[in-house]
């Protein structure tokens, strides 16, 4: 069966950077793209940009340049999000979901940033 | 960019009510939206995509409608398990989500 599996919560420092992983299991891994969200404490839902599994170009949504990078281990199945340089305001739960009509989400990594 | 306006933003309703959510688009969308339901401390669950069909094992009482802009999700006798909040989404020009609209018990 379709899993996405993300890695654990992370607890940083301003200024500090943090990788999260997505590790797609049950389908073949290129067929969909991977979107990234994020869910800030008690807010709604913000759609990141994605990655193209075919090719590893990533599209990222105004007010995810910059200190945002997708990437891809496509031997194993992965995506990464990698965000440098952070702030409080980063905080929040950060989700993977499978392209086309996010039918499949990993179960959230809370990355929280404090002094 | 899409803005997709919910409402309302809350409804307190008892079990066994019919509800009827809103998603309103800036733009048109065609049939590019899906409604998400979300429980606390949950990973967002997919009930309808296309607008009006159900996603895999989602039960006949929820109901997507509408194209273009103006959209409606209808739970048909709420169930314990259906308070949650709502979000819809379109995928019509790249990605973008509504505020969510919060079903609350009475």
């Known amino acids: 069966q379709v899993q996405m599996v993300q890695s654990g919560s992370e607890l940083k420092r301003p200024g500090a950077s943090v990788k999260i992983s997505c590790k797609a299991s049950g389908y073949t891994f290129s067929t969909f793209g991977i979107n990234w969200l994020r869910q800030a404490p008690g807010q709604g839902l913000e759609w990141m940009g994605w990655?193209?599994?075919?090719?590893?170009?990533?599209l990222y949504v105004q007010g995810f340049t910059g200190r945002f990078v997708f990437s891809l281990d496509i031997p194993v199945t992965t995506a990464y999000l990698e965000i440098s340089s952070l702030k409080s305001e980063d905080s929040g739960l950060y989700y993977c979901?499978?392209?086309?009509?996010?039918?499949?989400w990993g179960q959230g990594t809370l990355v929280t940033v404090s002094s | 960019e899409i803005v997709l306006t919910q409402s309302p933003a809350t409804l307190s309703l008892s079990p066994g009510e019919r509800v009827t959510l809103s998603c309103r688009a800036s733009q048109s969308v065609s049939s590019s939206l899906t409604w998400y339901q979300q429980k606390p401390g949950q990973t967002p669950r997919l009930l309808i995509y296309?607008?009006?069909t159900r996603a895999t094992g989602i039960p006949a009482r929820f109901t997507g409608s509408g194209s273009g802009t103006d959209f409606t999700l209808s739970i048909n006798g709420l169930e314990p398990e259906d308070f949650a909040v709502y979000y819809c989404?379109?995928?019509?020009?790249?990605?973008?989500f509504g505020g969510g609209t919060k079903v609350e018990i009475k």
């Open positions: 979901a499978r392209s086309g009509n996010f039918d499949y």
């Open positions: 296309d607008a009006s």
């Open positions: 990655i193209d599994t075919k090719n590893g170009k990533p």
């Open positions: 989404h379109q995928n019509r020009i790249l990605h973008s």
